[in-house]
């Protein structure tokens, strides 16, 4: 049970950073911006921790989608038992 919350959790904040990616590169592209597009894809990171602030998504402020980010990651790591991401 407590591997299925840490795996729930997790894909939770995977979506969530996708939602918030995908709206960056989308707009980005509708705007005629395609070089910044991809570049929000490669340096996703910094597009998940700016790009919320400033759009919303599907009627959704972006920042919804952040903070469930933020707190399903602890829940995926304490809760369900989960490596932390680390890069490696």
Known sequence: ????????????????????VGDAVVTLFHRGKPVLGVLAAIVFPATILIWPWTHDAFGWSLIV????????????????????????
């Open 1 to 20: 049970m407590r591997l299925l919350i840490g795996v729930v959790a997790r894909a939770i904040v995977w979506i969530c950073f996708a939602v918030i």
């Open 65 to 88: 989608f952040f903070v469930i980010a933020v707190v399903a990651y602890p829940i995926s790591t304490f809760v369900g038992g989960l490596r932390p991401i680390d890069g490696a």
